[in-house]
């Protein structure tokens, strides 16, 4: 498959876990680093999580427990916030964005993975944003995968992949892999596994562990993807260009 000039951005749950005035501007900040890589040219598709999260939220402000509260609940509460609040600081600096919530068995299904694809490639044209996450609300088996660090991560390869991206970039807390406190610039894919016992677990509020992120980056270096992981507040043109973070190759 020929790769485009596409970017598939991956933000994870611990991204949108902030009091509401610091994850507002947090995501101002990542929206001010999308106009500046459309701007050279990229189209961009943002892959996210936090549904979950952002439900568990709502329940909070009212001052209510969510314990008794199904996950598949909380991600049909949370998705279209979290979805709105990025939505609000693209339209701020004119930028179009619109949701999508796509499930696995769905990209594993020929008919259904032509239309989500001929949906992205219609809002490519529109010079539209695709803001995709699980749809989690129906994806029970994706939900029971949050404790292990699932967190949609492999669903951001998928698109990458699947769309004909060049660039996957996986955003997360930390600065990159790293061993001994320090960062790792390149690993490759067969390296992985010998490095499993520097890998961490997930972080209380996120739940996606940099060895799923490593997995996905991973599968998407496979297919020639550049797969590169960093932090969230970084800049993101330094990450891809493998000046900071780390790059998973072949």
């Not at 129906?138 to 949609?152: A, F, H, I, M």
């Not at 996606?208 to 797969?227: C, T």
Request: glycine share 8%; net charge negative.
């Amino acid at each position: 498959m020929s790769r485009h000039n596409r970017l598939v951005i991956k933000q994870g749950s611990s991204f949108f876990d902030r009091k509401k005035y610091h994850r507002q501007e947090a995501i101002g900040r990542m929206a001010n680093q999308v106009q500046g890589l459309k701007k050279q040219g990229n189209s961009i598709a943002i892959v996210h999580s936090g549904a979950v999260v952002e439900g568990k939220r709502r329940f909070e402000q009212m001052n209510m427990s969510s314990d008794n509260v199904s996950p598949n609940v909380l991600a049909a509460m949370g998705g279209a916030g979290i979805a709105e609040n990025i939505w609000l600081e693209l339209m701020i600096r004119r930028m179009f964005s619109a949701q999508m919530l796509v499930t696995h068995s769905e990209l594993n299904n020929p008919k259904h993975l032509e239309s989500i694809l001929t949906t992205m490639e219609s809002m490519e044209k529109s010079d539209v944003i695709p803001l995709i996450n699980a749809n989690d609300a129906l994806e029970l088996e994706e939900l029971q995968k949050l404790p292990e660090g699932g967190d949609n991560d492999n669903l951001a390869a998928e698109i990458a992949i699947n769309w004909g991206a060049n660039t996957l970039l996986m955003c997360t807390d930390v600065d990159g892999f790293m061993v001994d406190g320090e960062v790792q610039k390149q690993i490759s894919i067969s390296d992985i596994d010998s490095l499993k016992n520097h890998i961490y677990e997930p972080s209380k509020n996120g739940t996606g562990s940099m060895h799923s992120k490593l997995q996905a980056a991973a599968m998407a270096a496979s297919v020639g993807i550049r797969a590169v992981i960093g932090n969230a507040e970084a800049d993101y043109q330094q990450i891809i260009n493998n000046q900071i973070g780390t790059q998973v190759v072949q």
